[in-house]
């Protein structure tokens, strides 16, 4: 069976990163900017590794320039996603491409941003909440006015903070600055590790940035009694099995360690990341879950439940995207 129309919810999103390639070729033409480099003859986004990725995706960031551009591409993004039974969705932004980490530009962006969402909540059915990102290769002075920019946000909208971008850079105690800033501002935490670092990473991430979620997290496997205290202390993972396999973090679909998570009492939920990057969609993730490990309707429902409960939101969204869980899209 297929799983499109199964309501789901995805935690794990970037949001330049799930632009729809036509809808970055098309800007790019308006605006008359040559990036053609970053695309195949078909049209998809074209890179060779993990590090081209992230050129080739600050590259498709060139050409999202305003406000108004953000209010299209969240508009766009919600739209697709939606059509895959995604009923509440998290994003990461970063101030970075957003203004260049100025706070008056940052309230606009966020402003476009927020209304693209309403406007996406009451056509598709589909709602969504913002965390801000400190872009980590970018060092760690360049996270704290992200974060400065996530507090004054932080609101119905903006409704966390993590990091994202290089793993590799830096450990996780150089960058506790901006995170101890958003912690004490009350805004719930996570931070990319675990991808590419393994355990030590992640174990550090937890220690010094004493975050709620890892994303990604699967580096954790190769330490079981680190995996006994993420069970232990239900931190929970953004698992992006269709990422890590296209990134080559995992040799395969069927060498992903999300299922010897779960069986350790690891909470676990399932996101994109980037869909069009990784040529995946949330229906994708759940048909190769069913086909690669049997998961079934009573797996993706608890799934849901562990990132229902995991969500950065206030409880009056959270009865809502319940509520919504139990009627097929
Ligand atoms: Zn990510």
Known sequence: MSFQSVPKIELHTHLEGCAPPSFIRGLSQEKKIDISGIFTADGGYAFRDFD?????????????????????????????????GVVYMETFVSPDFCGGGDLAAWRDYVAAMQDAATEAEAKFGITLRGIVTGIRHFGPEACTPAAKCAIETFGDFITGYGMAGGEMVGRPADYTYSFDMAREAGMPLTCHAGEWGGPSMVAETLTHLKVARVGHGIGAIEDPALVSEIAEKEIVLEVCPGSNVVLNAVPGWAQHPIVKLRDAGVPVTVSTDDP??????????????????????????????????????????RARVAKRLETPA
């Open 276 to 317: 069009p990057f990784f040529h995946t969609t949330m229906s994708d993730e759940y048909n190769m879950l069913a086909r690669t490990f049997g998961w079934g309707e009573a797996d993706f429902a608890a799934i849901n439940q562990t990132a229902l409960a995991a969500a950065f939101c206030d409880d009056a969204t």
């Open 52 to 84: 081209h990725f992230l050129q080739v995706y600050e590259a498709a960031c060139t050409v999202l320039q305003t406000p108004e551009d953000f209010r299209r591409l969240t508009l766009a993004v919600l739209e697709e996603t939606a059509r895959h």
